[in-house]
């Protein structure tokens, strides 16, 4: 019996309760707030101001995937903020006005400038993406179907029958394709619509 107890707390208490208290409004808001101050954190590391005994303690209460999602938004931010806090002269600032393309975000994250060439091939190894075959058809496996299904109704009927206090009913609904729907009722032989 102890044994059966252990392991129904353990489940309870691993799997059941995390789960009841994950949506409650003061967990999201001690959350929230952890991941704020993480990044406020990570801000600071990022400019030069260490303070590695908070960083780690919010490290072991945030999992991977926000830890990471945190430092990548964090790091935009930092790079955003040096391009705005840059101290230009004035003749930079009116060569940067003249040659400036207004459809053109300079501080928009590029994906393939952050990646290193060995990042790229692991991650075009891993799609199967190869750089010559943009001009190429691409090669299906054999067990590929490739199928264009067309299918145009001109009439669609929908009959349900059923048994109301014992009398037969059935409910007729028609729809064609020039717009006109009808709806009928039978009952023990009459239609009524």
Same mark, same amino acid.
């Given at each position: ?7 129904y ?5 691993e $799997?059941v ?21 993480y990044?406020?954190v ?7 101001h260490?303070?590695e005994?908070r ?24 790079a ?6 840059k101290?230009f ?10 040659n400036?393309?207004?459809?053109q ?6 994906f ?6 060995e ?23 054999e067990?590929?179907?490739?199928i ?9 009927e929908?009959?349900v029958w059923?048994?109301? $206090?014992q ?5 007729s ?7 006109g ?8 032989g009459?239609?009524?619509?």
């Amino acid at each position: 019996i102890f044994r059966w107890k252990f392991a129904y707390t353990a489940i309870l208490n691993e $799997h059941v309760r995390p789960r009841l208290t994950a949506f409650k409004w003061e967990v999201i808001k001690e959350n929230l707030n952890r991941y704020k101050e993480y990044r406020e954190v990570y801000l600071q590391e990022l400019n030069h101001h260490k303070n590695e005994k908070r960083a780690q303690e919010l490290e072991k209460q945030i999992d991977l995937f926000n830890l990471i999602y945190i430092r990548r938004t964090a790091q935009i931010q930092y790079a955003k903020k040096k391009i705005e806090e840059k101290d230009f002269s004035w003749w930079d600032k009116l060569v940067n006005w003249w040659n400036s393309n207004p459809n053109q975000d300079n501080t928009e994250f590029k994906f393939t400038d952050s990646l290193s060439t060995e990042e790229k091939i692991k991650l075009y190894q891993a799609i199967g993406y190869k750089d010559d075959q943009s001009s190429q058809q691409l090669d299906y496996p054999e067990e590929y179907i490739d199928i264009d299904i067309s299918l145009k109704l001109n009439l669609i009927e929908i009959n349900v029958w059923s048994l109301i $206090h014992q009398n037969d009913l059935q409910s007729s609904f028609s729809l064609s394709d020039n717009g006109g729907v009808s709806i009928d009722n039978y009952k023990n032989g009459t239609c009524s619509a």
